[in-house]
T-cell receptor
Framework: GAVVSQHPSWVICKSGTSVKIECRSL??????MFWYRQFPKQSLMLMAT?????????EQGVEKDKFLINHASLTLSTLTVTSAHPEDSSFYIC??????????????FGEGSRLTVL | GENVEQHPSTLSVQEGDSAVIKCTYS??????FPWYKQELGKRPQLIID?????GEKKDQRIAVTLNKTAKHFSLHITETQPEDSAVYFC????????????FGQGTRLTINP
């Protein structure tokens, strides 16, 4: 099946610093990737839709200046948490659809990145 | 936008018994309904999905039913095993347009030996 790789799998940073998370589709191309955030024992909440070559579409309540998304190629999307604070600590997961197998409807998820802000 | 409600939030069943998780959705235009299984600290894994042109789909011990008129769908796991213990999420999406997947709140399923 299609593989989505996310890096880093976990990161600890100091409050006020910025952290970049990468999401790569390893064996397929993805014009669209989705970024989710998951707090402990809660559901996956969609943060934004990342579109290759254009601006991301953010969900209501998500600060676009704080969560910068770049989708520069068909296989890579990045999420940068700027000026991170403890309340940003969460599990961030990206996902993508395989264009060729788009009719299957399946979303493939990355391994997730656990961010801890001290 | 779409809103997906999932019940129950926790479910405990004896090994070998069946488990049923139910979801409702609000967007009548949604036509793709996947179910994901997530183990602690891991990525969600698709276990079964259904489209609005069918009412039921089965894959070994797992089945999903869809009532499009009532806008609800359910996951059925039969002959449960300890390895079925995990958090299960339902989701809904339109196949056209934004195609963003909206998740239910999740159900923590525990299979008791």
């Amino acid at each position: 099946g299609a593989v989505v790789s996310q890096h880093p799998s976990w990161v600890i940073c100091k409050s006020g610093t910025s952290v970049k998370i990468e999401c790569r589709s390893l064996d397929f191309q993805a014009t669209t990737m989705f970024w989710y955030r998951q707090f402990p024992k809660q559901s996956l909440m969609l943060m934004a839709t990342s579109n290759e070559g254009s601006k991301a579409t953010y969900e209501q309540g998500v600060e676009k200046d704080k969560f910068l998304i770049n989708h520069a190629s068909l296989t890579l999307s990045t999420l940068t948490v700027t000026s991170a604070h403890p309340e940003d600590s969460s599990f961030y997961i990206c996902s993508a659809r395989d264009l060729v197998r788009a009719n299957t409807g399946e979303l493939f998820f990355g391994e997730g990145s656990r961010l801890t802000v001290l | 936008g779409e809103n997906v409600e999932q019940h129950p939030s926790t479910l405990s069943v004896q090994e070998g018994d069946s488990a049923v998780i139910k979801c409702t959705y609000s967007d009548s235009a949604s036509n793709y309904f996947p179910w994901y299984k997530q183990e602690l600290g891991k990525r969600p894994q698709l276990i079964i999905d259904i489209r609005s042109n069918v009412g039921e789909k089965k894959d070994q011990r797992i089945a999903v039913t869809l009532n499009k008129t009532a806008k609800h769908f359910s996951l059925h796991i039969t002959e449960t095993q300890p390895e079925d213990s995990a958090v299960y999420f339902c989701a809904a999406r339109r196949e056209q347009g934004a195609q963003k997947l909206v998740f239910g709140q999740g159900t923590r399923l525990t299979i008791n030996p």
